[in-house]
Nanobody, 122 residues
Framework: QVQLVESGGGLVQAGASLRLSCVAS????????MDWWRQSPGKEREFIAH????????NYGKSMRGRFTISRDNAKDAVYLQANSLQPEDTAVYYC???????????????WGQGTQVTVSS
């Protein structure tokens, strides 16, 4: 079973950018369809973006397109989330997640990482 490990979170000021990374242990990310999600305190987990196994055209959640960009580098076995113009309302735990075997809009991921905290101060 693949284990996902996120990194790159932290405390930033409003307007800053971060690049989050996701790598795997016990598996190879290139065989999975990959997502980024986030969860703010008191809110449901929110879909940010999805990317296919070979890259291609990503899918984004509502209001996520424009400030968030998902990408992957299968040579490095990593998936990334570039987050720009961060605002306090973007404060959340950010998770990468993997789909095994296939993906369709609304499908729940099969594997989740532990998350990385992003805190945006005003």
């Amino acid at each position: 079973q693949v284990q996902l490990v996120e990194s790159g979170g932290g405390l930033v000021q409003a307007g800053a950018s971060l690049r989050l990374s996701c790598v795997a242990s016990g598996g190879t990310l290139s065989q999975y369809f990959m997502d980024w999600w986030r969860q703010s305190p008191g809110k449901e987990r929110e879909f940010i973006a999805h990317i296919g196994r070979s890259g291609g055209i990503p899918n984004y959640g509502k209001s996520m397109r424009g400030r968030f960009t998902i990408s992957r580098d299968n040579a490095k076995d990593a998936v990334y989330l570039q987050a720009n113009s961060l605002q306090p309302e973007d404060t959340a735990v950010y998770y990468c997640a993997a789909h095994d075997g296939g993906w369709y809009a609304g499908k729940a991921p099969d594997y989740w990482g532990q998350g990385t905290q992003v805190t945006v101060s005003s």
